[in-house]
């Protein structure tokens, strides 16, 4: 019957050190970047095979100078491979908290709804005669049917 998938109480304390810990996280990673649909779909990307290609050929260019010529960007390119992977093992963290936070909204939200359908069902049950009967009816507006409207064969041309 009754469910509860989960019990969160956030004092006002936690949830001000929580907004001071986003405030920060959000301060600290200003630089990154926001790309649009259209940009995220254009871009080449580096998956786990081509990784492992990106970091030999930048290995192998490193060691070999001499082929490499100064407009190609190799520094910024190992910078940026350096980057990435202090990036990455922080965003994974942040995915693993993301994604047990949606898991708890949709559990909060589950809680709620259960509660809200079996109270509802009771006031269809016993709500008649009590003076509820429109407040339920409003509040059941949520669950209207939808008529579908049969061709007569008075209509039918």
Known sequence: MSQNLISLDLSEAELADIDTAL??????????????????????????????????????????????????GLDD???????LDVLRSRTNRLRQLVGRAEDSEIALGSDVMRVALEGYALL??????????????????RFGRRVSRAKSPASAP
Request: charged share 25%; proline share 5%.
């Open 77 to 83: 390119a190992r910078r940026d491979l350096a980057h």
């Open 23 to 72: 405030g920060t996280l959000e301060a600290r990673l200003g630089g990154l970047i926001d790309l649009s649909a259209l940009e995220r779909r254009s871009l080449p990307k580096m998956g786990d095979k081509s990784e492992a290609f990106c970091r030999q050929t930048l290995n192998l260019l490193a060691q070999n100078p001499q082929l490499v010529p100064p407009g190609l």
């Open 124 to 141: 269809k049950l016993m709500g008649k005669g009590s003076g509820l009967e429109t407040l339920r009816q409003d509040i059941g507006a």
